[in-house]
């Protein structure tokens, strides 16, 4: 059964500070890996997907980098502003559709 | 495009009655959709699997009997919890796959149920 564990669970940071959230999964076996972010009470909001065959995306200041052979993803976030400030949460595919979520980091940046 | 709706946003009900969330994809089909529950600070947790015209299925230790899932058409689903106590209350998301295109899912914006 795919384990998804994320580390830290939370972070504190001041504006400005670049960072990287962290994501491990158990079973390699996966079709993709995709980072989601979430405010609170609020559904997922699509960050970054990285196929398995990949190593990595970019979209604005993110960055998410893949290696299936250790089941590590990371989350690069450049130059934080305070509206990242949300939980960010990494979820690994396996089979036809099982999606498996991790536990969440919350950021907080501050100004 | 692929977007996912839910209704309603949030709902109180009382212990013992029953409440129906409903989940569209508004601009695609989705032969498949999933319902996920997330309490508190937890992560979201895979509650069944729906496919558009055949019987939902339920991961271990969900009830099927209390979490009643219908699949009527290829934009609706709907997740009916019967019997509500205050032990179900939490976050409710469903997601879509676009059919045929990928595995990639859309998740709707969730449900907060409140049972008092």
């Known amino acids: 059964k795919q384990e998804v564990t994320q580390i830290p669970a939370a972070l504190s940071v001041p504006e400005g500070e670049n960072l990287v959230l962290n994501c491990s999964f158990t079973?390699?076996?996966?079709?993709?890996l995709q980072w989601f972010r979430q405010d609170p009470g609020k559904g997922l909001t699509s960050l970054l997907l990285?196929?398995?065959?990949?190593r990595e995306q970019t979209s604005g200041r993110l960055n998410a980098s893949l290696d299936k052979s250790s089941g590590r993803s990371t989350l690069y976030i450049a130059a934080s502003q305070p509206g990242d400030s949300a939980t960010y949460l990494c979820?690994?595919?396996?089979?036809?559709?099982?999606?498996?979520f991790g536990k969440g980091t919350m950021l907080l940046v501050s100004p | 495009g692929a977007v996912v709706s839910q209704h309603p946003s949030w709902v109180i009900c009382k212990s013992g009655t029953s409440v129906k969330i409903e989940c569209r994809s508004l601009?695609?089909?989705?032969?498949?959709m999933f319902w996920y529950r997330q309490f508190p600070k937890q992560s979201l947790m895979l509650m069944a699997t729906?496919?558009?015209?055949?019987?939902?299925?339920?991961e271990q230790g969900v009830e099927k009997d209390k979490f009643l899932i219908n699949h009527a058409s290829l934009t609706l689903s709907t997740l009916t919890v019967t019997s509500a106590h205050p032990e179900d209350s939490s976050f409710y998301i469903c997601?879509?796959?676009?059919?045929?295109?990928?595995?990639?899912?859309?998740f709707g914006p969730g449900t907060r149920l409140t049972v008092t």
């Open positions: 997601s879509a796959i676009l059919a045929g295109i990928s595995y990639e899912q859309y």
């Open positions: 079973d390699s076996a996966i079709y993709n």
């Open positions: 990285i196929q398995s065959s990949q």
């Open positions: 979820a690994a595919l396996s089979g036809y559709s099982t999606l498996t």
């Open positions: 601009d695609f089909q989705a032969t498949t």
């Open positions: 729906s496919n558009e015209g055949s019987k939902a299925t339920y």
